[in-house]
């Protein structure tokens, strides 16, 4: 066994930690580090591939932008643990079914004759003028075009759920009906005038003789 295949099943050991430990964590914030880890280590496997653009922007983009947003969120909600891991049994058993099934499609995909385990290992050896960026948008934007765009439709997607968790009913909330606001009438009094009296200062106690003697001697 080579010393790179060596690195990469203790890369893999790792992204399966950090994989598992965003999934169990009871804490928001660790899971989001175990995330953070995940990625990192993920971006030494496509540096191991030689995918250097690929590795690049999985640290610059996911771990440098999103999850730093993902730890403000995070941070910013009020999010009350007990009350989301109280429907966690009842959709336990279709979790499970969905893993199960997703693990047995992995299984068959790797068992199959067909498939050449030799090909996901690492990249040949390229010329030195091999551009990879330009061989991974061409197959981006004509191979696999239609993946990309179903890939942007679930970020769409975890925005809406985002914008949806941060407006979720709580126990006082702060929100404000657009609605409600255009139906007010301005001539049923939205702003009263109140008109006062100004206040005179009031003229200060003379100090007696004998006070303003001991004042100046303070001074």
Request: net charge neutral; aromatic share 8%; glycine share 6%.
């Amino acid at each position: 066994m080579t010393f790179s295949a060596i690195l990469f099943y203790i890369l893999a050991a790792i992204v399966l930690y950090g994989a598992v430990g965003t999934v169990v964590s009871k804490n928001p914030v660790h899971a989001a580090l175990h995330l953070v880890l995940t990625f990192c280590v993920s971006a030494m496997i496509w540096m191991l591939m030689q995918a250097e653009f690929l590795g690049l922007t999985l640290v610059v983009v996911y771990v440098g932008a999103v999850m730093v947003l993902f730890l403000f969120v995070v941070m910013m909600l009020n999010i009350d643990i007990e009350e989301m891991r109280a429907g966690f049994w009842r959709h336990a058993p279709v979790a499970g079914i969905v893993g199960v099934l997703l693990a047995v499609a992995l299984i068959l995909i790797l068992v199959h004759p067909k498939t050449d385990l030799a090909a996901f290992g690492l990249m040949k050896d390229v010329p030195a003028d091999y551009n990879n960026i330009r061989d991974l948008g061409r197959q981006i934007y004509t191979t696999y075009f239609l993946p990309f765009e179903l890939a942007a439709v679930l970020l769409l997607l975890g925005m809406v759920a985002a914008i949806a968790l941060v407006h979720r009913k709580t126990v006082n909330p702060k929100y404000i009906n657009p609605a409600d606001q255009v139906k007010v009438n301005p001539n049923e009094g939205r702003l009263r005038l109140v008109k006062m009296q100004p206040a005179k200062p009031q003229a200060e106690p003379e100090l007696s003789d004998g006070l303003k003697q001991e004042g100046e001697g303070n001074t």
